[in-house]
């Protein structure tokens, strides 16, 4: 059973097709996986690795192989998309939380400096 919705995985296979990124050019193998999440974990090929290009990706985050086979590709995208330039998601909330830092900053200056 896998833990990522439909419309998750049709939102990623456009971002790759956007990309360029065709499934034929990927070689995904499935590695035993290791550390902690007991036992099942230790005998279960769980862990992805992908191969694109020059770009590898190893995923781990989730004790299922399907949600790590949808956190490598994703991962794939951002590497891709950074190599390309085009800002990912996580870039654009950096630049937002800088933006407000900013903000805030020069609030509490006018507020507490002498007039």
């Not at 290791?34 to 862990?47: C, R, Y």
């Amino acid at each position: 059973m896998t833990h990522i919705s439909n419309e998750k995985w049709k939102e990623l296979r456009t971002r790759m097709m956007v990309l360029g990124i065709l499934e034929d050019e990927i070689e995904e193998l499935f590695i035993l996986g290791s550390g902690s999440g007991g036992q099942k974990l230790n005998k279960t090929n769980s862990v992805v690795q992908l191969k694109y290009k020059d770009i590898m990706i190893r995923s781990k985050k989730s004790r299922s192989r399907d949600s790590n086979r949808f956190f490598a590709r994703r991962e794939l995208c951002n590497q891709v998309s950074e190599k390309l330039g085009i800002p990912t998601k996580d870039d654009m909330k950096i630049k937002k939380a800088i933006k407000q830092k900013k903000r805030r900053k020069s609030k509490s200056i006018k507020k507490y400096s002498d007039n």
